[in-house]
C-alpha cells in the first residue's frame, strides 16, 4: 500500500485508505507468475529496439547515406582518422550503451535460456563491432548492420509479449494468440530476409570484396572480417530454433506459439533437485535463486 505522510493524523488515515494498492503491471494485469518476470525485460527490448531501428532507417532512407541500395559505397572515400557525422556517432553511443549494459544484464537479470550463453557471445561480439567499426572509422557499414538486425529484435519481442498475455488471470485471450502468430510470422519471414540473405549479400560483399576495391590495404581486414562472419553463423544458430518451433508447430508437438529457447517445467524441477542434491541442502535459499529454472548464483 502507497502511504502519504502528513501532520493531520485524520486526512493521513483518509488518504492512504483511499489510494489504490500499487503492484507491478504485470502483477496487476494478472500473467501467469513464470511470466511476470520475464514481461518488463521483453517490453523495455522493445520499446529500446523500435526507436533505434525507426532512427536507423530514417538515417539510411530518409538522409543522404544510400548504404542500403548501393552498399559498395560504404567505403568511398575512406580515410583512416576521418570524422565521424554526428547523427551517425549518435547511433554508436546509444548501441554501445545498450549492449554494454545487455551483457550485464544476460548474466545478472534476464531469465536464462538455452541460448543464454550464445546470446552473451552475441552481445560481446556485437559491442566489438560497434567500438572496433567507430575506431577503425567502418561506421557507414555498422549502421548497415544494425539496420539489418534490429527489425528482427522488434518482432521478436513484440511476439514475446503477447505470448505471455495470453492468459491472464487463468483465462485464455484469443486477440494475443494470433497476434503472437502473426508476430512469429512476421519474424521468421525478416529474419531469412534481413539476416541470411541481405546481410551476407549486402554487408559480408561490401565487407570481404568491396572494401578491397576501394581500399586496396584496408587495416584490419581480416580481424572486422572474422566478427561479422562470427556473427553470421549465429544468426544461422537462431534460424535453427525457429525451424524447430515451426517444425513442433507443424507435428503437432506444441499448442500455439512459445518460445523454445525456454526450459521445460520438467527441466526446472530437475535443475533445482539436482542443485539440492549438489548443496545437500533441502531447502531454498543460501544465496542462490532460479531464473527460469536455472539456478544463479549472487556474485
Same mark, same amino acid.
Given at each position: 500500500?502507497?502511504?502519504?505522510r ?5 486526512? @493521513?488515515?483518509?488518504?492512504?485508505q483511499?489510494l489504490p494498492e ?5 502483477q496487476?494485469? =494478472?500473467?501467469h507468475p513464470?511470466d ?6 521483453s517490453?523495455?527490448?522493445l520499446v529500446? @529496439?523500435?526507436?533505434?531501428w525507426s532512427?536507423?532507417? @530514417?538515417?539510411?532512407?530518409?538522409c543522404? $547515406? ?11 572515400n575512406?580515410?583512416s582518422g576521418?570524422?565521424v ?6 547511433v $554508436?553511443?546509444?548501441q ?7 551483457? $550485464? %544484464?544476460?548474466?545478472?537479470?534476464? %531469465?536464462w535460456?538455452?541460448?543464454s550463453?550464445?546470446m552473451?557471445?552475441?552481445?560481446f561480439?556485437?559491442?566489438a563491432?560497434? %567500438? ?11 549502421l548497415?548492420v544494425l ?8 518482432l521478436?519481442e513484440f511476439?514475446?509479449?503477447n505470448v ?6 487463468g483465462?485464455?485471450?484469443m486477440?494475443?494468440d494470433?497476434l503472437?502468430?502473426?508476430?512469429f510470422?512476421?519474424f521468421g519471414?525478416?529474419?531469412f530476409?534481413? =539476416?541470411?540473405y541481405?546481410f551476407?549479400l549486402?554487408v ?5 570484396v568491396?572494401s578491397?576495391?576501394?581500399v586496396?590495404?584496408i587495416?584490419?581486414y ?5 566478427l561479422?562472419? %562470427?556473427l ?11 525451424v524447430?518451433m ?10 500455439g506459439?512459445?518460445?523454445v529457447?525456454e $526450459?521445460?517445467?520438467?527441466?526446472v ?9 549438489d548443496?545437500g541442502h533441502?531447502?531454498?535459499?543460501? #544465496?542462490n ?5 536455472? #539456478?544463479?548464483?549472487?556474485?
Open positions: 500500500m502507497t502511504e502519504m502528513t501532520k493531520d493524523p485524520i486526512l @493521513y488515515i483518509c488518504i492512504n483511499c500499487t503492484l507491478p503491471f504485470a496487476w494485469c =494478472r500473467l513464470k511476470v518476470a520475464k514481461m518488463p525485460e517490453a523495455w527490448k529500446f @529496439y523500435t526507436m533505434s532512427y536507423t532507417t @530514417y538515417l539510411l532512407f530518409y543522404n $547515406y544510400g548504404f542500403f541500395h548501393n552498399p559498395s559505397s560504404v567505403f568511398y575512406w580515410k576521418m570524422q557525422p554526428t547523427d551517425i556517432a549518435i $554508436y553511443l546509444i554501445g550503451s545498450f549492449y554494454g549494459h545487455s551483457i $550485464y %544484464a544476460t548474466i545478472y537479470m534476464d %531469465a535460456r538455452k541460448d550463453a550464445v552473451l557471445l552475441h552481445h561480439i556485437t559491442l563491432l560497434i %567500438a572496433f567499426s567507430y575506431a577503425f572509422r567502418y561506421h557507414n557499414i555498422g548497415l539496420f539489418l538486425h534490429d527489425i528482427n529484435d522488434i521478436l511476439t514475446k509479449l505471455y498475455f495470453k492468459i491472464r488471470a483465462k485464455s485471450y486477440i494475443n494470433v503472437s502468430s502473426v508476430g510470422l512476421g519471414i525478416t529474419w530476409c534481413f =539476416r541470411l541481405w551476407p549486402k559480408l560483399y561490401a565487407s570481404y568491396t578491397l576495391q576501394s586496396p590495404n587495416p584490419f581480416f580481424f572486422f572480417n572474422a561479422l562472419f %562470427a553470421l553463423l549465429m544468426n544461422i544458430y537462431w534460424f535453427l530454433f525457429i524447430q515451426v517444425v513442433k508447430v507443424l507435428t503437432g508437438q506444441m499448442n506459439i512459445n518460445d529457447r $526450459y521445460e517445467e520438467n527441466e524441477q530437475e535443475s533445482i533437485k539436482a542443485e539440492k542434491h548443496s533441502q531447502r531454498s535459499g543460501d #544465496g535463486h532460479v531464473q527460469n529454472g536455472i #539456478g544463479k548464483k549472487h556474485q
